[in-house]
């Protein structure tokens, strides 16, 4: 007798992390897949569409859940670039806590029995100074974005507490691929034009994680046992500091690198002076993570190392440029 399928449905299904985990459970035909998109889009013909214009709190996603076993939540309103509303997080709570709260509250009514949902590092806070986050480390968000994902792990857990429905919280840090949006894009666009950098002097340590080792990731977490109704904190397997990414993602791209030694102060000063302090951070300032729990607990490590990750992204970006 053939053994039923698992039923999973993927919100943010055509996001930068949703779209990779849908590609990724058609090819390995584990499951049966149905996604929840705001608009009709071109998918593999073994995946089931129900389309969910907006996630609000009024979302009817009867239809998207019947019969679903796992949910993977995905879908959040993510880091803005050129905000222009007057509060961001009341913006940001309206989709990151409570849509996602008003799904989960549906989805423990329609029997789910697990609801994975995808956070942020950012819970944890922006830097380290050379202690790495762990899931045991005391929040400090300080982004709306990361306020509201915390707020929404909160909630979330409060709502699974002593229910039949397992609640599986992940935290990734900065996610890249080929087509990352935000500052990994433009860091890739600059190491393509194969100009002098001025990082030589950056001492740094900086976690992260590939896109392909995240995807894998959550899909362990959707099946483990031993997952259930815990919080991971994950990254690649190693940090690295800012020159020895520029070093792999120019040896992936086949060009040479320079870099030079500017003093970080004057970086500082020139990135808060062009509004730039956040990247500023990012590529000088530290964030470690110990994501030795998820090996311990679920026997997971990330089957891409960083450096072949790297120069794997770099290669790629630069053969669709």
Request: net charge positive; proline share 6%.
């Given at each position: 007798?053939?053994?039923?399928?698992?039923?999973?449905l993927?919100?943010?299904a055509t996001?930068?992390?949703?779209r990779?985990?849908?590609q990724?459970?058609?090819?390995?035909?584990?499951?049966?897949?149905t996604?929840?998109?705001r608009r009709?889009?071109p998918?593999a013909?073994?995946?089931r569409?129900?389309q969910?214009?907006e996630?609000?709190?009024q979302?009817?996603?009867s239809?998207?859940?019947?019969?679903?076993?796992?949910?993977?939540?995905?879908?959040?309103?993510?880091h803005?670039?050129?905000e222009?509303?007057?509060?961001?997080?009341?913006e940001?709570?309206?989709?990151?806590v409570?849509?996602a709260l008003?799904?989960?509250q549906?989805?423990?009514i329609?029997?789910?029995?697990?609801f994975?949902?995808?956070?942020?590092?950012?819970?944890?806070?922006?830097?380290?100074?050379?202690?790495?986050f762990t899931?045991?480390?005391?929040?400090?968000?300080?982004a709306?974005?990361?306020?509201s994902?915390?707020?929404?792990?909160l909630?979330?857990?409060?709502?699974?507490a002593?229910?039949?429905?397992e609640?599986v919280?992940?935290?990734?840090?900065l996610?890249?691929?080929?087509?990352?949006?935000?500052?990994?894009?433009?860091l890739?666009?600059?190491?393509?034009?194969g100009l002098?950098l001025?990082?030589s002097?950056v001492k740094?340590?900086?976690?992260?994680?590939?896109?392909?080792?995240?995807?894998?990731?959550?899909l362990?977490?959707?099946?483990h046992?031993?997952?259930?109704n815990?919080?991971?904190?994950i990254?690649?397997?190693?940090?690295?500091?800012?020159?020895?990414?520029l070093r792999y993602?120019?040896a992936?791209?086949?060009?040479?690198?320079?870099?030079?030694?500017?003093?970080?102060?004057l970086m500082r000063v020139?990135?808060?002076?062009?509004?730039?302090?956040?990247l500023?951070?990012?590529?000088?300032?530290?964030?470690?993570?110990?994501?030795?729990?998820?090996?311990?607990l679920?026997?997971?490590?990330?089957?891409?190392?960083?450096?072949?990750a790297?120069?794997?992204?770099?290669?790629?970006y630069?053969?669709?440029?």
């Amino acid at each position: 007798m053939a053994v039923k399928q698992k039923r999973v449905l993927l919100t943010g299904a055509t996001g930068f992390v949703g779209r990779a985990v849908q590609q990724r459970i058609v090819a390995d035909g584990q499951y049966d897949l149905t996604i929840a998109v705001r608009r009709a889009v071109p998918v593999a013909n073994v995946v089931r569409v129900v389309q969910v214009p907006e996630l609000t709190t009024q979302t009817d996603w009867s239809a998207a859940l019947q019969g679903v076993d796992v949910v993977v939540h995905c879908a959040a309103r993510a880091h803005v670039l050129n905000e222009n509303v007057v509060d961001p997080l009341i913006e940001f709570r309206k989709v990151n806590v409570d849509a996602a709260l008003a799904l989960a509250q549906q989805a423990l009514i329609a029997g789910v029995k697990r609801f994975v949902f995808i956070s942020s590092i950012g819970v944890n806070g922006a830097s380290t100074e050379g202690v790495p986050f762990t899931e045991r480390s005391v929040p400090a968000p300080h982004a709306p974005y990361a306020v509201s994902k915390l707020e929404a792990e909160l909630a979330l857990q409060n709502l699974c507490a002593d229910s039949a429905m397992e609640l599986v919280i992940i935290r990734p840090p900065l996610v890249y691929a080929e087509h990352a949006p935000g500052n990994f894009a433009r860091l890739l666009k600059l190491v393509s034009f194969g100009l002098p950098l001025p990082f030589s002097l950056v001492k740094n340590q900086r976690s992260m994680v590939a896109l392909e080792n995240l995807v894998d990731f959550i899909l362990c977490c959707v099946m483990h046992p031993a997952a259930a109704n815990q919080t991971f904190v994950i990254a690649d397997h190693q940090p690295v500091s800012t020159p020895q990414m520029l070093r792999y993602l120019s040896a992936g791209m086949g060009k040479r690198l320079l870099l030079l030694p500017v003093p970080l102060s004057l970086m500082r000063v020139a990135a808060t002076l062009a509004g730039r302090k956040a990247l500023f951070n990012q590529l000088c300032g530290s964030l470690e993570v110990d994501a030795s729990k998820a090996q311990q607990l679920l026997g997971w490590t990330p089957p891409v190392t960083v450096e072949d990750a790297m120069r794997k992204t770099a290669a790629a970006y630069l053969a669709e440029s």
